[in-house]
């Protein structure tokens, strides 16, 4: 089973910047599509961003041009850099890959002040 560890989760005001990293256990991370996902208070989690084992990325219209998603195959390792952060995008934030869950690791709190 493949353990995730999330982590750079911080308190920022408006418009920082904050990158997030997931460190994957186990070999199999770069045979499998991986994404980001959030989750806010009284809120469903959501997919935020995915990159493909080629490295094909994609991501929700609300991050398209502020959020990048990379992978870094080589060190097991998935990547979320966050620029011009909003309020909206307070939330728990959490890797795995794409589809076929693996467990869920604890998360990263993201929190933007205004």
């Known amino acids: 089973q493949v353990r995730l560890v999330e982590s750079g989760g911080a308190l920022v005001q408006a418009g920082g910047s904050l990158r997030l990293s997931c460190a994957a256990s186990?070999?199999?991370?770069?045979?499998?599509?991986m994404a980001w996902f959030r989750q806010a208070p009284g809120k469903q989690r959501e997919l935020v961003a995915s990159i493909t084992v080629n490295s094909i990325t994609n991501y929700d219209d609300s991050v398209k041009g502020r959020f990048t998603i990379s992978r870094d195959n080589a060190k097991n390792t998935l990547y979320l850099q966050m620029n011009s952060l909003k309020p909206d995008d307070t939330a728990v934030y959490y890797c795995?890959?794409?589809?076929?869950?693996?467990?869920w690791g604890q998360g990263t709190q993201v929190t933007v002040s205004a």
């Open positions: 186990g070999s199999i991370f770069g045979f499998n599509n």
């Open positions: 795995n890959r794409l589809v076929a869950f693996w467990s």
